[in-house]
């Protein structure tokens, strides 16, 4: 572990009575993927919700502790939330294609911060598009409008679009599980070639995904963090009575 | 910068909108609500005209607020009875293509406005050989509430959930006894609200009785006399110059107010009693 | 076999009920207009601004001007009104807010035409009269500004509650997406929101000027009913429904006056009506 620039600490979140996450602590390292995983309904997607701060969009949330990002506690009150957000791409279960063409959709983002140049947003749109792995399938006709495209392909455009806001952190929630298994391998392997560049986070129910992708990580049960490992130490053994029972499938 | 800056203007933009739409609607209760409270008496509520009721003299608008009752509450009861088989063929009998036309045709009576019916009735008033009369006022507003009325339940029995038409089907029962024992229970509560918004909306109507219904200051005894009636009230006294009369549109209009805030917090009740369950 | 088919035959009679209705509405108004029209000249009895029945005349430009000058500058303050303050509740307010204007609404829209009137007559009148003498210009607060802004409030609350649905029916998680590409809030409404629902603001757009043209008791106390074609919004006008209802009930001794105003419910009815064809189209589209 080198340096961490997202870094929780007792962190909670309430709806009324219920929380949903009870006082986690937690440093992600830099460049690897760390897998939040549990069973649905431990929290995962508030976490990374929270990270982001569209935990915000919730009513009556209640939110206590703090997330560290660059040396700043996201939660303060002078953070503006468009610049957090544009630190970190989110990718989210069902893709979520803007009604626009596929080419709008990429540029959506360099376009909200200013970017006016065709050349340059032309350029963008092809490279983000090829860190994603669709550009070939769609270099033809990435002026059609991007809901024709498939539920699989939908998803990776979402992640281009995410990319090209230049994010340094990138949030994903289950990305693979409304797609089918070619294009969750694509998705999959899309992520790994990009963990040199990014902090990315995935979270996930699936343990053969967490054993195939994940570099470090950190199991939720129930609104807490049970265990935090590297992946290796945190299959091969497991310290908790709970992650074990997870492995073995008798909780889910 | 310059985003947040453009943020924060439309936000005062919203703000600013609402609040002179608040404003505004703060002035229509309130400047109806004081003039009118002071000629709210007893007397205004529960009596006749008396003589020289035009020129100052004393009564009350009793005869129209019964008027306006008959009126709303026979023309929303004709079609409500006229609607109610017509929204179970829609839905559970036709074809889509054909319901679609049909509920095409529905959308365009609900827009035609309430004077062109005024005109229709008139027409109609006079083919049967009647006067302006309670009778065809009634004809009238039945006009007018029809496609009201027909829409919300066409909607109602479009929300009915599938499950449930599966369901009853499945249980053996033809498709006349579905409609009757399990969608009617399904979508009383939504009925009634419906009746109801009708009802507040054939009472406040004015523009298409303007010709048909009459004005008078008795009683609607009879089917084929003219009759009184709230909001033809308010648009024959408010402009007199003496005070005493032109209050009386005032008190007319702040029972219409009544009403109408009545209707919506009784059909909110049935509403969230439906979402509740 | 005989009463199935009996029993089929009434039952898609009584279906068309609408229908029939409907086109006893449209063929009566079009062909009482018709036998009016006959032997005049169609684009003077639009054009002209002369109006005198007893002579035979009759100008209808000063009405349908009207019509459209009340209804034009009505949408002029609704629309962007309507706009922002749906979605100001359906974006930005809390749920407090939110459950508390939301019956408001409702109580606004069942209150009757007559009442509006009334207190336009009250309390905007005076007060258009008063600030056309504090700009200078001449005017006895009946106006085409008046019946506006009596129109504009009336037709608020029916455009917000339409607006606010069609907001709601896209997904969060689009909304969720475009903020997470670091949008601010204004942006996702401006640039997904808005265009996401253009075709169903527009259906609701027309169907709330389809109201304001066809209201009649509320322009009519306020508008000053005057014959003359209006210039500045301090002149009083004579729209169509007001002058339907001011003279229909009166004039029916003279059967080409009565032909003239069947004729002016003709075309009122026609304007409404390409209103809701194009909110048909705009919202069959969006569906």
């Known amino acids: 572990m080198v340096n961490e620039h997202i870094e929780i600490r007792n962190f909670s979140v309430c709806y009324g009575k219920e929380c949903a996450l009870k006082n986690v602590s937690l440093k992600i390292p830099n460049n690897a993927i760390t897998v939040i995983l549990g069973p649905s309904g431990c929290g995962k997607s508030t976490l990374l919700k929270s990270l982001n701060r569209l935990i915000d969009e919730v009513e009556d949330v209640r939110v206590e502790g703090e997330i560290i990002v660059d040396g700043k506690n996201i939660y303060d009150k002078d953070v503006k939330l468009p610049e957090l957000r544009k630190k970190m791409g989110l990718l989210l279960q069902k893709p979520q294609v803007l009604p626009f063409s596929i080419y709008k959709n990429v540029i959506f983002g360099p376009k909200l911060n200013g970017i006016k140049d065709k050349k340059k947003l032309r350029e963008m749109a092809q490279k983000y598009l090829t860190m994603a792995h669709l550009w070939e399938e769609v270099k033809d006709r990435i002026y059609e409008p991007a809901h024709k495209l498939s539920i699989g392909q939908q998803q990776r455009l979402c992640l281009a679009r995410g990319l090209a806001v230049e994010p340094e952190i990138l949030l994903c929630d289950e990305p693979t599980s409304a797609l089918d298994p070619l294009s969750s391998k694509k998705v999959e392997e899309t992520l790994l070639e990009l963990k040199k560049d990014y902090t990315i986070i995935l979270v996930t129910h699936i343990l053969r995904q967490a054993k195939r992708l994940g570099d470090f990580i950190a199991f939720f049960y129930l609104g807490e963090l049970v265990e935090f490992a590297p992946a290796k130490e945190f299959f091969e053994n497991p310290k908790d009575e709970r992650t074990r029972a997870y492995i073995k499938g008798e909780i889910s | ?277 | 076999m005989f009463f199935q088919a009996l029993k089929k035959f009434f039952i898609k009679f009584y279906t068309l009920i609408p229908f029939f209705l409907f086109f006893l509405i449209f063929f009566y108004l079009l062909f009482s207009s018709l036998d009016f029209l006959k032997g005049r000249s169609l684009t003077e009895l639009i054009f002209s601004s002369q109006w005198k029945p007893l002579k035979g005349d009759f100008g209808f430009f000063p009405f349908w001007f009207s019509s459209f000058y009340v209804t034009a500058l009505s949408a002029l303050i609704f629309i962007p009104v309507g706009l922002l303050i749906s979605v100001y509740i359906s974006e930005y307010a809390n749920r407090r807010i939110k459950d508390i204007l939301k019956p408001f609404f409702d109580v606004l829209s069942a209150i009757p035409s007559v009442v509006f009137g009334l207190w336009g007559f009250t309390v905007i009148v005076p007060f258009v009269s008063r600030m056309g003498n504090f700009l200078g210009i001449s005017t006895s607060g009946y106006s085409i500004l008046s019946a506006s802004i009596v129109l504009s409030l009336m037709v608020l609350p029916f455009m917000i509650t339409l607006c606010i649905s069609i907001f709601e029916m896209v997904p969060f998680s689009l909304k969720e997406s475009v903020l997470s590409l670091g949008a601010t809030r204004f942006e996702m409404v401006e640039k997904v929101l808005i265009p996401q629902c253009k075709k169903g603001i527009i259906a609701s757009i027309f169907l709330s000027l389809g109201r304001a043209i066809g209201e009649t008791m509320a322009v009519m106390m306020v508008v000053g009913c005057t014959f003359k074609v209006p210039k500045t919004p301090f002149d009083p006008a004579y729209p169509i429904p007001a002058l339907i209802a001011n003279e229909f009930g009166e004039m029916m001794s003279i059967s080409s006056y009565k032909g003239a105003l069947l004729f002016s419910a003709f075309l009122l009815n026609l304007i409404v009506l390409i209103f809701h064809f194009i909110f048909r189209k705009a919202f069959l589209r969006n569906s």
């Open chain 2, 1 to 277: 910068m310059e985003r947040i800056k453009r943020e924060k203007l439309f936000v005062l933009l919203m703000k600013l909108s609402l609040a002179i739409f608040l404003l505004l609607t703060f002035s229509l209760f309130t400047s109806i609500f004081f003039k009118g409270i002071s000629f709210l008496s007893f007397e205004m509520v529960f009596s006749k005209p008396s003589r020289g009721f035009y020129m100052g003299g004393g009564g009350g608008i009793f005869p129209s607020i019964i008027g306006s009752l008959v009126l709303a509450s026979s023309s929303t009861a004709i079609a409500f009875l006229l609607s109610l088989p017509l929204s179970i063929f829609i839905s559970l009998y036709s074809r889509s293509t054909f319901s679609n036309f049909v509920r095409n045709f529905v959308d365009l009576l609900w827009g035609i406005p309430s004077i062109v019916y005024g005109i229709f009735g008139f027409f109609i008033m006079i083919y049967l050989g009647l006067k302006a009369s309670l009778l065809a006022g009634i004809i009238t507003l039945s006009f007018v509430v029809f496609p009201l009325i027909l829409r919300s339940l066409d909607e109602l029995f479009q929300n009915v959930p599938f499950s449930l038409k599966e369901a009853s089907l499945s249980l053996g029962l033809s498709k006349f006894q579905m409609a009757v024992k399990v969608f009617l229970k399904a979508i009383a509560p939504g009925m009634l609200s419906a009746i109801l918004i009708s009802f507040g909306r054939a009472i406040g109507d004015s523009a298409s009785i303007l010709f048909t219904a009459g004005f008078s200051d008795n009683f609607p005894i009879s089917l084929f006399s003219p009759t009184s009636s709230l909001p033809l009230v308010v648009f024959y006294l408010y402009s007199s110059p003496d005070e005493e009369v032109s209050g009386r549109a005032y008190a007319a209009s702040l029972i219409l107010i009544a009403i109408a805030v009545f209707i919506s917090i009784i059909s909110r009740r049935i509403g969230k009693r439906i979402y509740g369950k």
